[in-house]
């Protein structure tokens, strides 16, 4: 599956953002896509993941209440919706995506297996 990430950008504090990843080449509809983001120095972390077949969704708890995670099965599109956003939110942020569901364990970055290439979130304060 090849991924492509997009909607990065500069925004100030309280601002929103809307990341899209857009999937092609994918031959299965039990899939699990999710966002991680990584600021400099720092080991990537997981952000939010939805499943496909059954459109469940977990978040970090630094996001919950701020962003939102949706898939648009007809356009094999992932959205992460991200209002209220503050400096500690600026990272690159990437999509992943595995053929495997997981329940537990999906915040991860060693269980994904196709990765887009990263876009820039920066949040000013």
């Known amino acids: 599956v090849q991924l492509q990430a997009s909607g990065g950008g500069l925004v100030q504090a309280g601002g929103s953002l809307r990341l899209s990843c857009a999937a092609s080449?994918?031959?299965?509809?039990?899939?699990?896509t999710a966002w991680f983001r990584q600021a400099p120095r720092k080991e990537r972390e997981f952000v939010a993941v939805i499943r496909w077949r059954t459109g469940s969704t977990d978040y970090a708890d630094f996001v919950k209440g701020r962003f939102t995670i949706s898939r648009d099965n007809a356009a094999n599109t992932v959205t992460l919706q991200m209002n209220s956003l503050k400096p500690e939110d600026t990272a690159v942020y990437y999509c992943?995506?595995?053929?495997?569901?997981?329940?537990?364990?999906?915040?991860?970055?060693?269980?994904?297996?196709?990765w887009g290439q990263g876009t820039q979130v920066t949040v000013s304060s």
């Open positions: 992943a995506a595995d053929p495997f569901v997981y329940v537990s364990g999906y915040d991860s970055p060693r269980i994904y297996h196709d």
């Open positions: 080449g994918r031959t299965s509809s039990n899939y699990m």
